[in-house]
């Protein structure tokens, strides 16, 4: 099936409309997100008030169609905002995109009853969640996980652990990814979908103490025989579940590139503005041949990654195939981030070091980067597959 087929096709928005857009979530972040960044970040506190404004804001529902509730932007929108909103604190977007991945699921596999029954609820935010598919043995061999449902007359009894879920705690419905048959050959043909709201038999176990990302919660999901109808099976079928859960990466990874996007540029900012005011040799280090250097080489990796991010986005929303161009966008622009953030701390010197400046949170949010939605390695995997094969001899 080609992606055009299990897409929506969403059309470009009107220039005006989308700028109107940006200007509004750009004078949220001024207004409403910079002055708290600080606060949440160090005390790793969960925004609830900035939560609830990007669910008036409509950012929970910013990809369900509007026919369910949503904005229905176009990916390239999409990753315009994550990209505004993540120059500032990347963290933040990670409460509305986990939440996003589990619609998105919902949206594009889910049944017609499933898709009235919970896109409106999700759209506005009044449930919140995201999507669990890691397991303390399985994160990238994805077809490794362990837990079990197994069918019990309409219901199915669904046992086992999720680890290091975003949204954990705060979320209260998540996209599961189980094994419905363990005998299964190959793996992925025994693994299924469902949407799982919080209920008996479904507990958080830890809360992850992170080095960044922080007020955003990331918990260990614990299941002992918890019980849900099968009308929650996504798609109502056994065996699709593989395929649900990693459709929505292409998504996800332009999600994660325009991220690091956000944190390439908001770190390249901070240098630009500390460069030209702090003075050695009676004179700004932005003179320092040294610091022109570092600066150079910042704003070209930052302009890299934003094209092949919205390269990436158009050729999503043109229904193409772009599983290699949302790697490379992903890996490249993630790769910015930790380079950019890094560069970002040495021109900052000692004051890198203190907490009473920002530049020490992109360093220490640029890393996962390169870890979610695939990591890095793997990435490079993926794009040398599809070029290959793109090009056969
Ligand atoms: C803050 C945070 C939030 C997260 N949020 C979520 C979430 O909401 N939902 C969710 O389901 N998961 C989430 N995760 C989990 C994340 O998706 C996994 O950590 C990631 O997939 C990597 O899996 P792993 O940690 O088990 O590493 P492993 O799979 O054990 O990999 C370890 C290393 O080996 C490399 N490697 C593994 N296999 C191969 C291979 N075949 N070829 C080459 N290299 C390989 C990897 O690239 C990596 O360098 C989150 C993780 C973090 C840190």
Same mark, same amino acid.
């Given at each position: 099936?080609?992606?055009?087929?299990?897409?929506?096709?969403?059309?470009?928005?009107?220039?005006?409309?989308?700028?109107?857009?940006?200007?509004? !979530?750009? @004078?949220?972040?001024?207004?409403?997100?910079?002055?708290?960044?600080?606060?949440?970040?160090?005390?790793?506190?969960?925004?609830?008030?900035?939560?609830?404004?990007?669910?008036?804001?409509?950012?929970?529902?910013?990809?369900?169609?509007?026919?369910?509730?949503?904005?229905?932007?176009?990916?390239?929108?999409?990753?315009?905002? =994550?990209?505004?909103? #993540?120059?500032?604190?990347? $963290?933040?977007?990670?409460?509305?995109?986990?939440?996003?991945?589990?619609?998105?699921?919902?949206?594009?596999?889910?049944?017609?009853?499933?898709?009235?029954?919970?896109?409106?609820?999700?759209? #506005?935010?009044?449930?919140?969640?995201?999507? $669990?598919?890691?397991?303390?043995?399985?994160?990238?061999?994805?077809?490794?996980?362990?837990?079990?449902?197994?069918?019990?007359?309409?219901?199915?009894?669904?046992?086992?652990?999720?680890?290091? !879920?975003?949204?954990?705690?705060?979320?209260?419905?998540?996209?599961?990814?189980?094994?419905?048959?363990?005998?299964?050959?190959?793996?992925?043909?025994?693994?299924?979908?469902?949407?799982?709201?919080?209920?008996?038999?479904?507990?958080?176990?830890?809360?992850?103490?992170?080095?960044?990302?922080?007020?955003?919660?990331?918990?260990?999901?614990?299941?002992?025989?918890?019980?849900?109808?099968?009308?929650?099976?996504?798609?109502?079928?056994?065996?699709?579940?593989?395929?649900?859960?990693?459709?929505?990466?292409?998504?996800?990874?332009?999600?994660?590139?325009?991220?690091?996007?956000?944190?390439?540029?908001?770190?390249?900012?901070?240098?630009?503005?500390?460069?030209? =005011?702090?003075?050695?040799?009676?004179?700004?280090?932005?003179?320092?041949?040294?610091?022109?250097?570092?600066?150079?080489?910042?704003?070209?990796?930052? @302009?890299?990654?934003?094209?092949?991010?919205?390269?990436? $986005?158009?050729? +999503?929303?043109?229904?193409?195939?772009?599983?290699?161009?949302?790697?490379?966008?992903?890996?490249?622009?993630?790769?910015?981030?930790?380079?950019? #953030?890094?560069?970002?701390? @040495?021109?900052?010197?000692?004051?890198? +070091?203190?907490?009473?400046?920002?530049?020490?949170?992109?360093?220490?949010?640029?890393?996962?980067?390169?870890?979610?939605?695939?990591?890095?390695?793997?990435?490079?995997?993926?794009?040398?597959?599809?070029?290959?094969? @793109?090009?056969?001899?």
């Amino acid at each position: 099936m080609s992606n055009s087929e299990t897409r929506t096709a969403v059309a470009q928005l009107p220039p005006e409309e989308e700028e109107a857009l940006l200007h509004t !979530i750009s @004078r949220w972040v001024d207004r409403d997100v910079r002055p708290v960044v600080m606060k949440h970040d160090h005390g790793d506190i969960w925004p609830e008030e900035i939560v609830n404004q990007m669910a008036e804001l409509g950012l929970f529902g910013a990809v369900i169609d509007p026919e369910y509730g949503g904005l229905g932007l176009p990916a390239v929108t999409y990753a315009k905002i =994550v990209a505004l909103i #993540s120059s500032y604190w990347m $963290a933040v977007t990670g409460i509305f995109n986990s939440h996003l991945m589990l619609a998105v699921a919902i949206q594009r596999f889910g049944t017609e009853e499933q898709k009235r029954e919970w896109l409106p609820k999700l759209a #506005s935010g009044e449930i919140r969640g995201g999507l $669990a598919l890691t397991e303390p043995n399985a994160g990238t061999d994805l077809q490794a996980i362990r837990m079990t449902a197994v069918r019990d007359g309409d219901d199915y009894v669904i046992n086992g652990t999720k680890t290091w !879920i975003s949204n954990g705690v705060h979320g209260s419905c998540f996209a599961l990814l189980v094994k419905t048959d363990q005998s299964a050959d190959p793996r992925y043909k025994g693994m299924s979908l469902f949407i799982a709201p919080k209920a008996d038999g479904f507990t958080v176990g830890k809360k992850f103490d992170k080095l960044g990302y922080k007020s955003i919660d990331s918990a260990e999901l614990v299941f002992d025989n918890y019980r849900i109808p099968a009308t929650n099976l996504i798609g109502g079928v056994e065996g699709k579940g593989f395929f649900q859960a990693t459709g929505g990466l292409e998504l996800g990874r332009i999600n994660v590139a325009a991220r690091g996007v956000g944190l390439a540029e908001g770190s390249l900012r901070l240098a630009t503005e500390y460069a030209q =005011v702090r003075e050695t040799m009676g004179k700004p280090i932005a003179e320092h041949q040294a610091i022109q250097l570092k600066i150079g080489e910042m704003v070209t990796r930052a @302009r890299a990654a934003r094209l092949l991010t919205f390269d990436a $986005a158009e050729a +999503y929303d043109r229904g193409d195939r772009c599983d290699m161009e949302a790697g490379m966008a992903k890996y490249y622009a993630s790769e910015a981030a930790v380079r950019n #953030s890094e560069e970002a701390m @040495r021109i900052f010197g000692g004051y890198a +070091y203190s907490k009473e400046y920002e530049i020490e949170r992109y360093y220490r949010d640029a890393l996962l980067m390169c870890i979610g939605e695939g990591t890095n390695e793997m990435q490079r995997i993926i794009i040398s597959k599809q070029w290959i094969k @793109r090009n056969p001899a």
